[in-house]
């Protein structure tokens, strides 16, 4: 048996035009310039703080408007449905098949514990996971590693599998071997983050892992 970790946005779920939206109601809201969902990939990653925090310095506002804009986008990001359609095409099947395969498979993602929940109940992703920890359940967000050893849970053979520069510098901070999906939110070339494999199609993902034990 073997832990999987899996990071959420751009990994599992494409939940820009999901984030975008609360950000964006929750901007109207406070009487601040918008953003576009084009632009929303770049704020994401460090969690919703720092989202935040890039969003105001990118319309301009004042950082004193952070926690305004922190509760409005919380609540509308838990009360506005995830579509089970955000899912990547393959994720839940894939997961099946891990889990029948009998690995542990559990959630390190930056995204608000609560926030979260939603998410994965509402995609229909929930049963499939051991533990969750999110971006708010410990004192530290990856990249910092703590999250991510909280999610491996002890376990001797384990995997990251993640979308962005922060999943590798966890992963490597861990000292966990990280499997890189190149279909999220990533900034850089894939081969400069170092990875023990790569993948873009959800259908072949077990029979890549498979490959790594
Ligand atoms: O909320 C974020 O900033 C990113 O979330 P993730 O860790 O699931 O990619
Ligand atoms: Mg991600």
Avoid at 142 to 164: E, F, H, N
Wanted: hydrophobic share 40%.
């Amino acid at each position: 048996m073997k832990t999987i970790a899996f990071d959420l946005d751009g990994t599992l779920m494409d939940s820009v035009p999901h984030i975008h939206a609360a950000v964006a109601e929750a901007l109207s809201e406070l009487g601040l310039p918008t953003i576009t969902v084009e632009e929303t990939p770049g704020f994401v990653g460090r969690g919703l703080p720092v989202l935040l925090e890039r969003v105001l310095a990118h319309v301009g506002a004042s950082p004193d408007r952070h926690k305004a804009l922190y509760d409005r986008t919380m609540h509308h990001y838990v009360t506005t449905p995830s579509d089970p359609a955000s899912l990547y095409p393959g994720v839940p099947e894939a997961l099946e098949t891990l889990r029948s395969a009998g690995h542990r498979l559990t959630l390190c993602t930056n995204k608000p514990f609560a926030a979260t929940e939603t998410a994965i109940r509402d995609t229909g992703l929930a049963p499939f996971f051991d533990l969750v920890i999110g971006g708010d359940s410990l004192p530290t967000r990856k990249p910092d590693p703590a999250m991510l050893i909280a999610a491996l849970d002890g376990a001797a053979q384990t995997l990251y599998v993640g979308d962005s520069e922060t999943d590798c510098e966890t992963a490597q901070a861990a000292g966990v071997p990280f499997v890189l999906f190149t279909e999220g939110y990533r900034n850089a070339p894939p081969e400069t983050l170092p990875h023990v494999a790569l993948f873009s199609d959800w259908t072949l993902a077990p029979d890549i892992f498979a490959t790594l034990w």
